[in-house]
């Protein structure tokens, strides 16, 4: 049954409750130093950038008194895609690779460079799953919008959505594990009735066509619970006026210097990246 638990393999949207010092930054300066790991791991074209980035990451998930090893766990359900990207980038060659070759059958070769591609690829998703998981953890829902507000408030002057974009933020974060609990939910059911969806038999391809059926079940769910949520904002007036706030976010007199800490920490691993290829 191992093989079809996909909730406890999610780490992005499973709020931690804590009282560390990274709990208690406010929701804006969480935001930044977000911004300021993922953009660098995304844009950047040095491996050893990244693995700084990934160190970072797992300091702060120290410093937050959350196991690193629980972060590491949303790694496992992007796995198959980094399979298939390393499938692809061993399959088709590079025209200016003259790496030495390390395995060869037939036209298809494995070069040292394509070996560090993958490698570099690899890291840069589980950088991405890092600081992901780690944001969720250490930020709840309703400061999860009032920091999309926080960031973007300057600009509702000018009729920009904040509030909304907050909400949207919000709602996609907290769908991940409820999307994966209705996927486990269908995926047991379906087992019970006898289908063979958990076992270890068949390639990728079969599994992919055993699972391919679960699409429009999870699918009718998810909007299902949309639709409700939908239903329930409405009836609490939602958009029937301007709104107040009950909880104020602040993150004390270390919150400026966090944020400007953030801005040039992202500002440093841009430039590294960019430098260091």
Not at 47 to 60: S, T, Y
Not at 120 to 141: D, K, P, Y
């Amino acid at each position: 049954m191992k093989n079809i638990e996909f909730l406890r393999n999610v780490s992005i949207g499973m709020y931690v409750e804590g009282d560390s010092p990274v709990h208690r930054l406010s929701p804006a300066a969480k935001y930044l130093w977000l911004l300021a790991l993922i953009l660098p791991a995304s844009f950047s074209g040095s491996a050893p950038v990244v693995g700084i980035l990934a160190a970072a990451c797992l300091g702060f998930a120290l410093l937050a008194r959350i196991r690193p090893r629980t972060l590491l766990r949303g790694f496992l359900p992007v796995l198959p895609l980094v399979g298939l990207a390393a499938f692809l980038q061993v399959v088709f060659t590079w025209p200016q690779d003259r790496s030495a070759v390390l395995l060869a059958a037939g036209p298809v070769s494995l070069t040292v460079r394509e070996v560090l591609a993958v490698l570099a690829m690899a890291l840069r998703f589980a950088t991405l799953m890092l600081a992901l998981g780690l944001f969720t953890s250490v930020i709840t829902e309703g400061d999860t919008a009032r920091g999309v507000e926080d960031l973007f408030a300057p600009l509702e002057r000018f009729g920009f959505p904040a509030r909304g974009l907050g909400l949207t933020v919000a709602v996609a974060f907290r769908f991940i594990p409820i999307v994966a609990g209705e996927l486990e939910a269908i995926v047991k059911a379906q087992a019970a009735r006898g289908a063979d969806l958990g076992s270890r038999k068949g390639g990728p391809i079969r599994k992919a066509r055993a699972y391919l059926p679960l699409l429009v079940p999870v699918t009718i769910r998810a909007l299902e619970r949309a639709e409700a949520l939908a239903e329930a904002m409405e009836a609490r007036g939602w958009s029937s006026g301007p709104r107040t706030r009950y909880a104020v976010s602040g993150g004390g007199r270390w919150d400026v210097p966090v944020k400007l800490g953030a801005l040039a920490f992202a500002a440093a691993a841009l430039w590294a990246g960019a430098v260091f290829r």
